[in-house]
């Protein structure tokens, strides 16, 4: 089983790749991104990194290649790729429900 490393964030595999979410490991060769990744995530002392994962829903649309955007076969099992500078930026609000706090965020960035 795979969990996203988000604090806050609860998806994991199998249950969460059925609807359409991706895992994705952390960028470890480059270590000014992986750095950025695991501050974004507040997750700075991972102690297995190369066993890490950050889930799609914590990715903007724009942080994957055009070819696998998020709107795109969602349920298929195709692993969509980040572009090589995406960044996590989309976090749970703290206190919330999960549900309820991924609203919030969605509401923020759309308007």
Known sequence: MVACAVVGCSNRTPRDSKRGISFHRLPLKNKPLLEEWQERSKRANLPK????HICSENFEKECFKSCCSLDLWP??????ELNEDAVPTIFPAEG???????????DHLCT
């Open 75 to 80: 349920a298929r099992k195709h692993k969509r």
């Open 49 to 52: 990194p190369s066993q890490s």
């Open 96 to 106: 919330l429900d999960k549900s309820h706090s991924w609203q919030i965020i969605c």
